[in-house]
């Protein structure tokens, strides 16, 4: 199990990205005392998001997040409306797929359902 991910988000975008997580189902819970301002984490089914405040974020340019949300039609629709670019991708083992980049800028691609146990992703 993948028990966390940290970000970095420039500290203007962090409003808007925690605004991200949670349309997509995570949940802020409480950060640790020390761990500083500017600091927000996230959690959705045992997996977090620490988004962490940074002058300079580090964002890969093709490194992703994949999230599998059941509600995939629903999700997509709620995000678009929001105002996000997403786009659709080729299905791989009968499951819809979507890519957008949330308000920091990291690249999060969303699922409908994982692949079976066992299978390579392709």
Do not use: N
């Amino acid at each position: 199990m993948l028990q966390h991910v940290a970000l970095e988000v420039a500290p203007e975008k962090i409003g808007a990205e925690v605004g991200f997580w949670s349309a997509v189902g995570f949940m802020p819970v409480e950060v640790p005392e020390g761990l500083g301002p500017g600091t927000f984490w996230l959690e959705r089914e045992q997996t977090q998001v620490h988004l962490v405040s940074a002058e300079s974020p580090a964002i890969p340019s093709s490194g992703h997040a994949a999230i599998v949300v059941p509600d995939f039609d629903e999700t997509v629709g709620r995000l678009q409306r929001a105002g996000y670019e997403v786009s659709r991708r080729s299905r791989y083992w009968g499951a819809a797929r979507a890519k957008l980049t949330t308000p920091g800028g990291h690249l999060v691609e969303l699922m409908a359902a994982p692949p079976p146990p066992g299978r390579a992703v392709s």
